[in-house]
């Protein structure tokens, strides 16, 4: 479903890049900011791309079709924004970890323009490399077998095919799991450089762009190439956190507090 390459309007001046909101109900704070920026006017930046996982947890399209409170009745209000806001400018967005089961009915329903993992971006004379990041943190041996394992479409079908409700339960004990990890002080596998070099040489591109580590820096891989982390998201953090990361097609970027 998703293409190859991102084809990009040679007019194109600046495109905003994000990551890592994890959406969900329970905050409602980083949801307006979110809400905010995604629907103010920009003239600045002509297109937003989303590099995986704008929400929580996504247990499937078909809760697009429900009318139920709660979890599913905050992700139907996620996705009237989006449909919102790509009426004003492209929006794209690429699975992450979370939201890998964003299927075709919820690029239908919304307007959002769906993107490969790794996925190139000419904007000028710049090739950058746009990627989540998690499939080059290969020493993470233990997520990567769990990672392989969650794409196949064999384990999809079989997960779709249960309630919703079902469904939902499981999302919650996985992101629960997921906290504990985090709340524990367990150390995260950071991408991989030889790895994100083959992946920069194999792409023709310069800059690495990413998420998923929750490590927002700017890295120099080798000569010529560098690596830019997105932010995650977290409006009620002390200091929050919701940062846009600036494209420019001179080649320029800059980071982008929106809660400073």
Sequence with gaps: MPAAHAVVSPGWRAVDLISDLHLHAGDPATFECWRHYLLAPNPEAEAVFILGDLFEVWWGDDVLGTSGPGEAAFLRECAQVLAQAAQQRPVHVMHGNRDFLLGQRFFEHTGVRPLADPCALQLGPHRFLLSHGDAWCLGDVDYQRFRAEVRTPAWQNTFL????????????????????????????????????????????????VHGHTHRPADHVLASGLTRHVLSDWDASAMPPRAEVLRLHADGHTERLPLLQ
Excluded at 163 to 172: D, G, K, N, S, V
Excluded at 187 to 208: E, K, M, N, R, S
């Design 161 to 208: 095919a249960q309630p919703i409700a079902q469904r939902e339960a499981t999302a919650l004990a996985l992101r629960q799991q997921s906290e504990a990890r985090k709340h524990s002080g367990a150390t995260y596998a950071d991408v991989d450089g030889p790895a994100a070099i083959a992946a920069l040489a194999q792409h023709g591109a310069t800059v690495l």
